[in-house]
C-alpha cells in the first residue's frame, strides 16, 4: 500500500470533525431512510429501476441515438464524445463564441469527473459553483468528500472562517445566517452569469429530456437565468421512456437524503425563452469516458445502474470513518471505487479497494441493485491478475493451496503458539500468516488438538435417520474446536448423523478476498471433492464465511474464472449446504429436537455477522432459537454493522479495524447483557479478542455452544 | 386526496389553503400580500405571472394593488418579496407541485422573490408522478418543473435550513372551481 494513501487514512481517522459529523449523519441516516421508505416495496421498487438502467446500459449506442434525434428535433445541440478533453474542449468553444465570461454551475458529478473547473478558469473565464456545499468546497480550494453532501467534512466554524473571507466581514457561525450570506452573495452571480453549466440526473432518449434534482433551487436558476445552458450527462443517465423518471425519482431522493421528494425537479426538454424575449441556447453533452467500456464488460456493466444516490456511502462502516478524501478527487465510497477503476484506470483503485471490508451493507441498500462488495471483489482480482500478488502473499496461498502443508502448519503453531499463551484461550502473537494482528485484540491460541483429531474419538449414536457432512472451517477445526463438539452433539440429539471428510480444507474465502482466485479455485475443487464424496442429507458450516463460500462463491469463482467443468459439482453442493442455525431451527421446528422449558437465561444481546445476514439472510434463525431457549434478546445498536474483522482486513488496515471493534464492544457493553451471541467463529475471535483486551467481561459465544447446553438430554 | 397532499406539503414546510373559489382566493391574495407588506419599494414588490386564474376574477382588483406587476423584468422579480404563479397538477403523495414552465415569468417569480404563492385548480390534483408524467407533455412543454416546499439545503453541519437560492415560503392556493385548464 502507498504511504501517501496511508497517511490520508490517518489524517482522516484523526480528524475528529469529519468523523463525528459522518458518524453522526450515517447514524440519522439510517432511520431516516427507513421511514422515507415506509409503505413502500423497496425490492420490487429497486428491481423495476435495475431492469430498466440495466436495458438501457445494454443499448447505450441506441438511446443516445435516440435521445440525439428527439433532443435535436427540438432545437437542442447534442455534442457526444467519449473522451473528457473533447467535452472541455467543446464547453469553452462555446463559451468563446457567445463572449461568456462568467459561468454558474449547479452540482454536477461529470464536470468533477473531467475536472471541468480549472480548466475553464485557466482560459479566463469565472466559474461559480451555485449548490451551497459546492461554493463551500470551491472557496475552500478542495473537493468534494461525498457525492450528494459535498462539505460534510467541515465545520459551521469553518465555514464562517471561508465566508468571512469571501465577503470581507466577520461573521459568527450562525448556520441561517450563513446561508443567507450565501443566498446574498449568490444573487449577483447567477443575474450577471452569461453561461449556466449543470448536469443531469436522468436523461429520456424518447423525449430528448434532461431530469434535474435539487433542494436549493440553484439548478431551476442556473438553467432559467443565463442565455445559455449546457447540460453534462454521463451516457449511463441515460433511460429510454419518460415514465422511468418516476420510479427512479421514488427511490433517488429517499435513498440520498431520506426525503420524498427533493424541493425541485426540473425537467428540460428543449431551449425555452429568455427573459429578453430570445430563446435559450441549449446544448446537452452525453459523455462516454468508458462507460460504453464497462458496458461492454459483462461484470461490470451492472455498475451502470447506480443513480447516485450515495446510500452506499452513507452505510458504509468504512466510509463512516474515513471519509471521501481518502477515496481520491471524485467518486467516493464504494461505488466511487468502482467508478475510479473505470473512469481512471485500473491500477487508481489498487489502494482504495482494499477499503472495502466486504460487509455488504451498501449492496443491501443500493436502489441501483448492484453488488458493490461483488464488483470491488473482481477488481481485486483482476488488480492480481494483471500485477501479480507481493511475494509474502504468494508464499501464504501457496501454502492453503497445499492441504497437507498448510494443516501441518496450523499444527506447528500450535506448540509455537503455546509458550504465548500462559494456560489462558488467549496469545498476543500468531505465528506466520496471522501475525501483526494485535491493536485492542487478543488472538486464540491454536487448539491443542485440532477438530479433525477430536472427531475419530466422538461417539455418535446408532441409527441416526439422516446424515449431515460437517464443513468445519480453519477458524473451529484449528482455534475452537469446542464450536465442532457442541455441533455434533446438537445435530445427533436432532437426529441427524455427522460425517467429517478429511479432505475437507480452507473454503477458499482468505484468497478470494484478496484476489487470488486461482487459489481460492483450488481451494473450492479440494473441497467439492471432499464434501460431495459421502452420501448426506445436509452439508453443514458454523461459519458464515464458510457457507457463503459453499453455498455462494465456489460457483461465482469458477464463472469468474470461466471454469464451466466444475460448475454442475458447485451448485449441488450448494443446494445442500446450510448454516447452522437454520439447520438447528429447522430441526427445532419439525419436533426432532427439543430446548429445555422454561429455562431463564437472563439478557443476552445479538451480532449480526455480514455474511449471516447479508448474503445468507438468516438473521432471524440464531435469535428464534436462542429466544427459544430462554434467553431475553436484547438488541445492541447498530447490531448488524460488521465488527471490523474482515479476515486479512485487520493486518492490512488495522487503525480502520480498530476503531470499528471499539465501536461495537461500546454497543454490546451498552445493552448490559453480559453475554454476546454470534454466529461466526470470525466474529467470535475479534468480538472475544476485543472484549479481553477491554476487560469488560462480557461472555462472548457462538450460538452453538449456547444452544449446546440448552437440549434436552444435555448434562450441562 | 387533499388531505395526503396537505400533510404531506406542510411535512416540508409548505403552507396550504384551500377555497371553493376564484373571488375567494383573490381576497386571500389582496390579503396576504397586504398582510406580508408588498409596496412599490424594492425588495417588497409583489410579481405575477400570466395565468388562467387572470382570466377567472376581475383583474382590476389585483392592478390596484400597489407593488404588484405583472409586467416582469428578472430584475424586478430579484427584487420581489412575493411571486404568484398557477400551476397545474398537484402530486399527493409527496406534497408536490408540476408546473410547465415553459414561459419564462412562470420561472421568474417562482424562483426569485422570497415568497412563491402557487395557485392551483383542486381538480389538477394527482395521486402519485406516473399519473402526472402520463399527462405532462414534454413535446410541448420544454420545461416542467416540479416543486416540493421551499428551497431547502442542509450542506452545512447537516442542519436543515430554509431558504437557500430559492423562495423561503411556498404558499399553496387550492381552488375548488375555478374552471381553466384542469
Ligand atoms: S451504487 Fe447504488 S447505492 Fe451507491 S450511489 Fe449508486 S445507486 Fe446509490
Ligand atoms: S461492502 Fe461494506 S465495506 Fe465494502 S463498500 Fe460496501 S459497505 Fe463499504
Redesign the interface.
Known amino acids: 500500500m502507498q504511504k501517501e494513501f496511508k497517511q490520508s487514512i490517518d489524517r482522516a481517522l484523526h480528524n475528529a470533525n469529519l468523523t463525528g459529523?459522518l458518524g453522526?449523519?450515517s447514524e440519522?441516516y439510517k432511520v431516516n431512510r427507513a421511514k422515507a421508505y415506509e409503505g413502500i416495496d423497496f425490492e420490487a421498487l429497486r428491481t423495476t429501476i435495475a431492469d430498466l438502467k440495466g436495458d438501457a446500459a445494454s443499448h447505450i449506442d441506441e438511446l443516445c441515438d435516440l435521445f440525439q434525434k428527439n433532443a435535436e428535433a427540438?432545437g437542442t445541440k447534442v455534442f457526444r464524445a467519449n473522451d473528457p478533453e473533447k467535452v472541455r474542449e467543446y464547453i469553452l468553444k462555446v463559451a468563446r463564441e457567445n463572449g461568456v465570461k462568467s459561468i454558474v454551475k449547479s452540482k454536477s458529478m461529470a464536470t468533477e469527473e473531467i475536472h471541468l473547473n480549472p480548466y475553464l478558469e485557466k482560459a479566463g473565464i469565472e466559474v461559480n459553483e451555485?449548490?451551497?456545499?459546492e461554493w463551500?468546497i470551491q472557496l475552500a480550494g478542495q473537493t468534494p468528500s461525498h457525492m450528494v453532501?459535498?462539505?460534510?467534512h467541515?465545520?459551521?466554524e469553518e465555514?464562517s472562517d471561508i465566508f468571512s473571507k469571501e465577503v470581507d466581514e466577520r461573521l459568527s457561525s450562525d448556520?441561517?445566517r450563513?446561508?443567507k450570506v450565501?443566498?446574498n452573495e449568490?444573487?449577483p452571480k447567477?443575474?450577471r452569469a452569461d453561461m449556466g453549466i449543470s448536469g443531469g440526473n436522468i436523461a429520456?432518449a424518447e423525449?430528448?429530456?434532461v431530469a434535474l434534482v435539487t433542494?436549493?433551487?440553484?439548478a431551476?436558476?442556473v438553467?432559467?437565468?443565463p442565455k445559455i445552458h449546457i447540460a453534462v450527462v454521463g451516457v449511463e443517465k441515460l433511460v429510454e421512456k419518460?415514465?422511468s423518471?418516476?420510479p427512479i425519482?421514488?427511490a433517488l431522493p429517499r435513498s440520498a437524503?431520506a426525503?420524498?421528494?427533493?424541493?425541485?425537479?426540473?425537467?428540460?426538454?428543449?431551449?425555452?425563452?429568455?427573459?429578453d424575449g430570445g430563446m435559450k441556447e441549449l446544448h446537452v453533452i452525453l459523455m462516454d469516458n468508458h462507460r460504453s467500456d464497462m458496458a461492454a464488460d459483462p461484470l461490470f456493466k451492472e455498475a451502470l445502474q447506480c443513480i447516485r444516490c450515495a446510500s452506499c456511502l452513507n452505510v458504509c462502516p468504512i466510509f463512516r470513518l474515513v471519509g471521501g478524501h481518502v477515496f481520491g478527487k471524485v467518486y467516493t465510497g464504494g461505488i466511487g471505487t468502482i467508478l475510479t477503476a473505470w473512469h481512471d484506470e485500473l491500477k487508481s483503485s489498487e489502494d482504495i479497494q482494499g477499503l472495502c471490508i466486504q460487509c455488504g451493507a451498501c449492496k443491501d441498500v443500493c436502489p441501483g441493485k448492484i453488488d458493490i462488495p461483488g464488483l470491488i471483489m473482481e477488481i481485486r482480482r483482476r488488480l492480481v491478475k494483471d500485477k501479480g500478488m507481493s511475494m509474502v502473499q504468494k508464499s501464504i496461498f501457496t501454502v492453503v493451496n497445499n492441504r497437507r502443508v498448510f494443516h501441518g502448519m496450523l499444527r506447528a503453531a500450535s506448540v509455537a503458539g503455546k509458550p504465548f499463551t500462559k494456560g489462558t484461550k488467549f496469545i498476543r502473537h500468531l505465528p506466520m500468516f496471522l501475525a501483526d494482528l494485535t491493536d485492542g485484540r487478543s488472538l486464540p491460541a491454536i487448539a491443542a488438538k485440532p477438530f479433525r483429531d477430536i472427531f475419530p474419538t466422538i461417539e455418535q449414536p446408532k441409527g441416526l435417520q439422516e446424515k449431515a457432512v460437517f464443513y468445519a472451517g480453519c477458524l473451529i477445526d484449528f482455534a475452537y474446536p469446542e464450536m465442532g463438539e457442541a455441533l455434533v452433539k446438537i445435530l445427533n440429539k436432532g437426529g441427524v448423523e455427522v460425517l467429517f471428510p478429511e479432505g475437507q480444507t480452507c473454503c477458499g474465502a482468505p484468497a478470494r478476498y484478496n484476489g487470488a482466485y486461482e487459489t481460492a479455485a483450488g481451494n473450492a475443487v479440494d473441497n467439492i471433492d471432499a464434501l460431495l464424496a459421502e452420501e448426506a442429507d445436509y452439508v453443514v458450516s458454523a461459519c458464515p464465511t464458510c457457507t457463503v463460500a459453499l453455498d455462494h462463491e465456489f460457483i461465482a469463482t469458477f464463472e469468474s474464472l470461466g471454469r464451466k467443468k466444475y460448475l454442475p459439482k458447485a451448485r449441488e453442493l450448494a443446494a445442500k449446504t446450510m448454516d447452522f442455525s437454520t439447520l438447528v431451527k429447522k430441526l427445532v421446528d419439525e419436533g426432532r429436537l427439543t430446548l429445555k422449558e422454561g429455562e431463564q437465561l437472563g439478557k443476552i444481546t445479538y451480532h449480526d455477522s455480514c455474511h449471516l445476514k447479508r448474503t445468507l439472510k438468516a438473521d432471524q434463525p440464531p435469535r428464534e432459537l436462542l429466544t427459544k431457549a430462554g434467553y431475553e434478546v436484547t438488541e445492541m445498536f447498530e447490531c448488524d454493522i460488521c465488527c471490523g474483522m474482515g479476515g486479512s482486513y485487520t493486518v492490512k488496515l488495522p487503525e480502520i479495524s480498530a476503531p470499528i471493534l471499539q465501536r461495537k464492544l461500546k454497543n454490546i457493553k451498552d445493552t448490559e447483557a453480559p453475554v454476546v451471541a454470534m454466529d461466526c467463529p470470525g466474529c467470535v475471535m475479534q468480538i472475544r479478542g476485543g472484549m479481553d483486551q477491554d476487560g469488560a467481561g462480557v461472555d462472548v459465544r457462538h450460538t452453538v455452544e449456547l444452544i449446546a447446553k440448552q437440549i434436552v438430554g444435555s448434562l450441562e | 386526496m387533499f388531505e395526503e397532499f396537505k400533510t404531506?406539503a406542510e411535512g416540508?414546510s409548505a403552507e396550504v389553503h384551500r377555497f371553493g373559489s376564484a373571488e375567494e382566493a383573490l381576497g386571500f391574495l389582496v390579503d396576504f400580500m397586504a398582510k406580508e407588506g408588498v409596496a412599490e419599494q424594492e425588495g417588497q414588490y409583489g410579481v405575477m405571472a400570466d395565468c388562467p386564474f387572470l382570466s377567472s376574477v376581475d383583474r382590476a382588483v389585483l392592478e390596484g394593488v400597489e407593488g404588484l406587476s405583472f409586467d416582469?423584468?428578472?430584475?424586478r422579480a430579484?427584487k420581489a418579496l412575493v411571486g404568484i404563479s398557477q400551476v397545474d397538477w398537484a402530486?399527493a403523495?409527496?406534497?408536490?407541485l408540476v408546473q410547465d414552465a415553459?414561459?419564462?415569468d412562470k420561472?421568474?417569480v417562482s424562483?426569485?422573490p422570497t415568497i412563491h404563492v402557487a395557485l392551483i385548480a383542486t381538480s389538477g390534483l394527482r395521486a402519485?408522478?406516473?399519473s402526472v408524467?402520463?399527462e405532462a407533455d414534454?413535446?410541448t412543454?420544454?420545461?416542467?418543473?416540479?416543486?416540493?416546499?421551499?428551497?431547502?439545503?442542509?450542506?452545512?453541519?447537516?442542519?436543515l435550513?430554509i431558504?437557500?437560492?430559492?423562495?423561503e415560503r411556498l404558499v399553496i392556493v387550492f381552488i375548488d372551481e375555478l374552471g381553466g385548464i384542469n
Open positions: 459529523a453522526k449523519f440519522a427540438k451555485t449548490d451551497l456545499g463551500i453532501m459535498p462539505a460534510i467541515m465545520t459551521k465555514v448556520i441561517p450563513l446561508v450565501a443566498r449568490m444573487r447567477f443575474l429520456v423525449t430528448g429530456s433542494n436549493e433551487g440553484n431551476r436558476m438553467t432559467t437565468l419518460f415514465s423518471i418516476a425519482l421514488k437524503t426525503q420524498l421528494l427533493t424541493s425541485y425537479v426540473t425537467i428540460v426538454s428543449g431551449p425555452t425563452p429568455t427573459d | 404531506k416540508v416582469l423584468s428578472r430584475d430579484a402530486m403523495d409527496t406534497g408536490t415553459t414561459a419564462i420561472r421568474l424562483t426569485l402519485d408522478m406516473p408524467l402520463a414534454p413535446q412543454a420544454n420545461y416542467i418543473a416540479m416543486i416540493t416546499g421551499p428551497s431547502r439545503t442542509a450542506d452545512i453541519e447537516r442542519v435550513t431558504g437557500v437560492h430559492g423562495p
